[in-house]
């Protein structure tokens, strides 16, 4: 998917996977999400993608996912709850 301000996020479905990946690049005036979450998942991890597409739906709508430097998922979940 392609979202406004150069802001893309491709998601597939891993079959052969047993864990959600997410990957985000930030480059010059062009940001990737990118996420990979697998055929089946159990409830704490249909949460947790919950979760994942609440926090980039927002930072999206708050046009704040661009300036977005951190290579960590805990910080990347955590970025903007501060403010």
């Not at 047993?18 to 998942?41: G, H, R, T, W, Y």
């Amino acid at each position: 998917m392609v979202y406004e301000n150069n802001i893309y996020f491709p998601h597939i479905t891993n079959p052969s996977g047993d864990n959600i990946k997410i990957v985000v690049s930030n480059e010059v005036d062009q940001l990737f999400v990118f996420l990979s979450i697998p055929a089946k998942m159990t409830d704490s991890q249909e949460y947790l993608l919950t979760k994942i597409y609440d926090k980039i739906f927002n930072l999206i709508a708050t046009q704040e996912l661009k300036s977005i430097d951190t290579t960590s998922f805990e910080k990347f979940m955590n970025y903007g709850d501060d403010r």
